[in-house]
């Protein structure tokens, strides 16, 4: 069994804020990521899958289909784009980057056969780097 990663890169902006705190409560968790205005970050996506090496091929998948898949289903409607405004389906009700993560693994899962119809290979892992110091690993449980 092989894990393949492969690496993204989009922007995008987000504003943190709970519709079910005060605004005081919202500025004392969120601190500056509560700007009214938001606030932007160059995110880092790890797309990460598992299977066996095709025998015929050499190779775990096709990287054409994962970019594509990808590049239809996250960067087209992430990127450049206020995730609270503009992509709630993926970013969840406060777009926090653990809400992202899990938006982005739920929307390659639920296309994942699109690109890849047979049982392998699966969708592992989604990470995202939001800043160099904070990770995000969604599992995909089996």
Known sequence: MIRLTRRY???ASHRLHSPALSGRDNAELYGRCNNPHGHGHSYVLDVSLSGPVDESTGRVADLAAL?????TRILSRLGHRDLAAEAPDIAGSIPT??????GIRASLQAHWHESFPGREPRLDR???YETPRNVFDELVLR
């Open 9 to 11: 890169r989009f922007s």
């Open 126 to 128: 989604v990470r995202l």
């Open 97 to 102: 980057s653990e809400n992202l993560a899990a």
């Open 67 to 71: 970019d594509r898949l990808v590049e």
